[in-house]
């Protein structure tokens, strides 16, 4: 009687180590391993990820700035092309101008020149010496 | 009944040591792991979500670089733009001056002119007047006039002759004409009227010839000799 109280003990005693959880929680922890990382990684990821946002806000701001220099700059350029322009154009009539006047004061040498000349002519004649073909028989 | 007990501790004993106490560490290591770990699909979102990030950074980058790349040239356009300004205004500054001297030289050259015009006007305008005057000479010293006409017109022949010569102290001929040229025509041995009409015509092609006047013209002649009235 006593005996067969221990066989179904011996049994389950048995069983239980045919039941050996201990592959299924290996079965688990490869499962884990396979289907997960290091939250470590995963936060460096989610932080280098804080970073990159923050340095696209940032770069985006400058980007703006940039943007708003340049067109805040571009009425003054265009007033720099408008006033060149028009003191390109004031400066070529008043180079035209200047170039008739040159030419004028050549002119007007020239014939200052050919007065000097009629001049000179007068005085270089007066003191020539020749007798005028009616005077050379008074000469002698 | 106490058997029983001996023999439920006995399975127990046989039951842990039947996997020798590694089950209780794979449970310990599953939870640490459980904690520690998360899954690849979260980490793989994460990743991709950072690559998104690195993409718009790298976009932004580009971004901002071609806009401080645009802000360089229109600085740099601004300042070629402001420096060719300053070179007009220089160069406007250059011309009006060079205006304002050429305007001071081409009213000194006119100046100039109207002074030697008014000069030569009134050299030619004496030297005419003395050619003409010499040529009534001449014409008016006839050899058929008495000869007390002769001598008076030799005479008025002689004082527009020293005139002439007191007028122009550096013409030698004129000089030679006023100093012995009255006194050889009454010593001539031709006409004296002859002569003198020569003298005067002599004096007259000088002033001519010294100060480039046309000889008097037919018509001039004509003109001057018609009676008045």
């Known amino acids: 009687m006593r005996g067969i109280a221990i066989a179904p003990l011996l049994l389950l005693a048995t069983l239980g180590c045919s039941e050996d959880p201990v592959p299924g929680l290996e079965e688990e922890r490869r499962q884990i391993l396979a289907e997960t990382v290091e939250k470590q990684s995963f936060w460096s990821e989610v932080e280098r990820k804080g970073e990159l946002l923050k340095e696209v806000r940032q770069l985006r701001t400058e980007a703006i700035e940039a943007t708003r220099k340049i067109a805040e700059g571009t009425p003054e350029l265009m007033a720099l092309e408008d006033a060149l322009a028009s003191s390109r154009e004031i400066n070529e009539r008043a180079a035209a101008l200047l170039f008739e006047a040159r030419r004028e004061l050549g002119r007007l040498e020239q014939e200052r020149t050919s007065r000097e000349t009629a001049m000179a002519s007068f005085r270089e004649r007066s003191r020539s010496d020749p007798l005028p073909p009616a005077a050379a028989r008074f000469d002698r | ?229």
């Open chain 2, 1 to 229: 009944m106490k058997s029983v007990r001996r023999l439920t501790l006995l399975l127990l004993l046989a039951g842990t040591a039947c996997n020798d106490g590694r089950e209780e560490a794979l449970r310990a290591e599953l939870t640490r792991l459980r904690e520690e770990r998360v899954e690849k699909s979260v980490a793989e979102r994460a990743q991709l979500e950072t690559r998104e990030a690195e993409g718009a950074a790298q976009q932004a980058r580009e971004e901002l670089e071609a806009a401080r790349e645009g802000l360089l040239q229109q600085e740099a356009k601004a300042t070629a733009l402001r420096a060719a300004v300053a070179a007009e205004v220089e160069r406007n500054g250059r011309l009006t001056a060079e205006l304002s001297a050429s305007d001071q030289s081409i009213r000194a050259e006119l100046r100039r002119i109207e002074t030697l015009d008014r000069e030569i006007s009134r050299i030619r305008k004496r030297a005419t007047l003395a050619r003409t005057q010499g040529e009534t000479l001449a014409r008016e010293i006839r050899a058929e006039d008495p000869e007390w006409a002769t001598d008076r017109r030799l005479e008025a022949l002689a004082e527009f002759l020293d005139a002439l010569a007191e007028e122009s102290p550096q013409d030698p001929v004129l000089a030679r004409l006023a100093e012995h040229s009255v006194a050889r025509v009454r010593e001539s041995s031709e006409s004296a009227a002859t002569a003198g009409a020569a003298l005067a015509k002599a004096a007259s092609e000088r002033l001519a010839f010294v100060y480039g006047i046309e000889p008097e013209r037919e018509d001039e002649r004509a003109g001057k000799e018609e009676p008045p009235g």
